[in-house]
C-alpha cells in the first residue's frame, strides 16, 4: 500500500483540526534542507550553485526540531543537498520520529547502503531515492555514469533490512509516456518500492539546464497519454485528484504555505522553487507573506509550474472537502 492507513489518518485529522480551529494557513508537510552540500551535480537543480560559505552551513538537531514543532507539521520531507552527507542525519531523523512525526529522506543513494547502519526502520520513516529515469536516462540526470545501478542496489538492501522505500521521479520534456511508464513500472513490479512520487520538472532558478523543464501543456500531454490505463496499476503516493491535476482534468489555485521550506538561510518565501526572500519564524512566514500573489495566472514565474509543493496541498485539501474524493483517494492509496 502505498500510504499507510495510520499515516493517513493521522494527516486526515490533522486537516481536520485546522479547519475547526479556522486556521487559513497550515502545513501539509514541511521540507527542511539541512544543508546544501551535495555528493552530485545534476543540471536540473542547482543547489550547488551557492556559494562557499552557505554549503558549509548546517541545521542542527534543535534547529530541525524546533522548526517542526513551532508549524506543527505531521510530516517533513528532508531534502537537500544530499542530506546523506549531513553528520547529524540519523540524530534528526530518531528526533522526529521519537515524536511521530512521519519522516521522509530524500537521497540520491550514492551513500545509502554505506549508512544504512545509522538508521532503525520504522513505520514512521521512510527513504525516499531520486528515480529520474531507466539507467541511460538516470545517469545522464544526474550527470554520472553508474549511479542508477548504485540506487537500485541501495534500494534492494534498504528493503532486506526492513526500511520502507519510496522513489521521486522528476521527468523533462525529453520524455516520452513511454519513458514514464517504463520507469514506473519498473519501480513497481521489480524493485517492487513502497510507493512512488512523480513531478513535471519545474524550472527552479539555480539549475544550470534551464532548456528541458516542461510547460503546462506539455505536462499535461506527457501525463495524460502515460497514465492511459495504467494509473490504478503504479502504487504512486498521490492524492487521485492531484493525479487528475497532472493530466489536466483538474485545476487548482497554488497553495504555497501547504509545503512551506526551512533550510541554513531560514524559512523560504514563497516556496522552495523560488526566492523571494527568508525570514526567522514559521509565524512570521505565514503572516508577513502576501499568498495571493503567487501561483498561475498571478505571477509570470509561475506560469509553467505543475509541482507538488504548490498543488499536492490543494488536491489534498480538495479531496477532504468531498465525501466522494475522500473516499476515493483513501481506496486507491490501499
Not at 519522516?103 to 547502519?117: E, F, G, I, S, W
Not at 487528475?244 to 533550510?263: H, N
Not at 514563497?270 to 503572516?287: A, F, R, T
Not at 509561475?302 to 489534498?316: D, L, R, T
Amino acid at each position: 500500500m502505498p500510504i499507510p492507513l495510520k499515516q493517513n489518518l493521522k494527516i486526515g485529522s490533522h486537516l481536520l483540526r485546522q479547519r475547526l480551529k479556522g486556521r487559513k494557513y497550515y502545513p501539509l508537510i514541511v521540507e527542511i534542507e539541512p544543508l546544501f552540500t551535495c555528493n552530485l551535480s545534476c543540471p536540473g537543480c542547482g543547489k550547488i550553485q551557492h556559494p562557499t560559505e552557505i554549503l558549509r552551513k548546517r541545521l542542527s538537531v534543535d534547529d530541525v526540531v524546533h522548526a517542526v514543532e513551532e508549524s506543527g507539521t505531521p510530516m517533513v520531507s528532508i531534502a537537500g543537498g544530499e542530506p546523506l552527507l549531513h553528520p547529524q542525519i540519523s540524530e534528526i531523523v530518531q528526533a522526529l520520529v521519537e515524536r511521530k512525526v512521519y519522516v521522509y529522506l530524500c537521497t540520491n543513494a550514492v551513500l545509502l547502503k554505506r549508512r544504512l547502519d545509522k538508521f532503525t526502520p520504522s513505520e514512521y520513516f521512510s527513504f525516499v531515492v531520486h528515480m529520474d529515469g531507466l539507467r541511460e536516462r538516470h545517469d545522464a540526470a544526474v550527470d554520472r555514469e553508474g549511479v542508477f545501478d548504485t540506487a537500485v542496489e541501495a534500494i534492494q538492501e534498504a528493503k532486506r533490512w526492513g526500511f520502507r522505500v519510496t522513489t521521486n521521479s522528476t521527468f523533462f520534456n525529453t520524455d516520452s509516456p513511454k519513458t514514464v511508464r517504463d520507469l514506473l513500472d519498473f519501480l513497481n513490479d521489480e524493485l517492487e518500492v513502497d510507493a512512488m512520487m512523480i513531478s513535471p520538472a519545474y524550472a527552479y532558478e539555480k539549475a544550470p539546464d534551464q532548456e528541458h523543464f516542461l510547460g503546462v501543456e506539455q505536462t499535461t500531454k506527457l501525463f495524460r497519454e502515460a497514465f492511459a490505463g495504467k494509473r490504478r496499476k503504479w502504487r504512486l503516493n498521490h492524492s487521485p485528484l492531484f493525479l487528475d491535476f497532472l493530466e489536466g482534468k483538474r485545476d487548482f489555485q497554488c497553495t504555497a504555505w501547504g509545503i512551506p521550506s526551512y533550510s541554513v538561510l531560514g524559512w523560504q518565501r514563497p516556496c522552495y522553487l523560488m526566492s523571494d526572500g527568508y525570514v526567522s519564524s514559521y509565524k512570521e512566514l505565514v503572516e508577513t507573506t502576501d499568498w495571493s500573489k503567487y501561483g498561475r495566472g498571478r505571477d509570470p514565474r509561475c506560469a509553467n509550474c505543475m509541482a507538488h509543493c504548490g498543488y499536492e496541498p490543494s488536491a489534498v485539501i480538495a479531496s477532504m472537502g468531498s465525501l466522494r474524493e475522500s473516499l476515493r483517494a483513501l481506496v486507491s492509496t490501499h
